[in-house]
């Protein structure tokens, strides 16, 4: 079965604008709570989707990223909020959000993509493709979403 990279790319975006909904229902410091049991927050979640999007379809293909790499060791893989994000952190994911989005689109049709190094997830998924990170990134963002989601019920009760 044949998954089109585009309706996977307007699923990520679809996920993305509910992610930006639960964000804007909530305070920066409701953003930055990591409540008792977990490990991160909400804000940590959606940076880690931005920031792993990057990795999978750039830093992988040997590319630039289109973010500054200092978000890669606040929200890669792995870490966990050790710092307080602030207002200008959180706008500059709101504002990428999607674009970012819209940008690999144009990169895929440009066909910058052509050295991708093999990579398994942690879930045992192997990507040697922009496709296959895309397809990928369906489900990654899915899951942190619903993260988010659960993190939001208990931090308003």
């Not at 990223?65 to 952190?89: C, H, M, Q, R, V």
Request: glycine share 4%; with cysteine; net charge neutral.
């Amino acid at each position: 079965m044949v998954i089109e990279i585009d309706k996977c790319i307007d699923t990520i975006k679809a996920t993305r604008k509910l992610f930006l909904k639960l964000i804007n229902s909530l305070s920066i410091d409701q953003l930055n709570k990591v409540p008792e049991g977990f490990n991160n927050n909400i804000i940590w979640n959606f940076g880690h989707v931005i920031v792993s999007q990057q990795i999978l379809c750039y830093k992988l293909a040997g590319l630039p990223l289109k973010i500054d790499e200092k978000f890669i060791p606040k929200y890669s893989k792995g870490t966990k909020p050790e710092t307080f994000a602030d207002e200008n952190e959180l706008t500059f994911f709101k504002q990428q959000a999607v674009n970012l989005m819209d940008e690999l689109i144009v990169d895929i049709e440009k066909e910058i993509f052509n050295n991708y190094n093999t990579y398994t997830t942690s879930f045992g998924v192997e990507l040697s493709s922009v496709h296959d990170a895309v397809k990928f990134l369906s489900m990654h963002e899915g899951l942190h979403l619903g993260y988010a989601m659960a993190l939001k019920r208990i931090i308003i009760r």
